[in-house]
């Protein structure tokens, strides 16, 4: 991911693999600080599926906190 700010507006969704065609579901919309505060309140198995999306990028949850 690219550098970005604490406070850059990002969308956290979820991609269902198992759905036919990959279903993504928005979870949150807003600043990075509270995407990732979201994001780690999941399950497991929602958090392999998760993706962080700012303007020009975007990261599987589980990379970018390094696991």
């Known amino acids: ?3 970005t700010h604490d406070h850059a507006t990002v969308r956290l ?3 269902d693999g198992e759905a036919v065609g990959g279903a ?3 979870l949150f919309y807003g600043p ?3 995407a990732l ?3 780690q309140q999941q399950s497991e ?3 392999d599926g998760l ?3 700012t303007d020009n990028d975007v990261v599987a949850y589980l990379d970018l906190i390094g696991e």
């Open 32 to 34: 990075l600080a509270e």
């Open 51 to 53: 993706f962080i999306a």
């Open 1 to 3: 991911m690219r550098t």
């Open 13 to 15: 969704y979820h991609l």
């Open 24 to 26: 993504a579901s928005t």
């Open 37 to 39: 505060v979201i994001a």
């Open 45 to 47: 198995a929602v958090q």
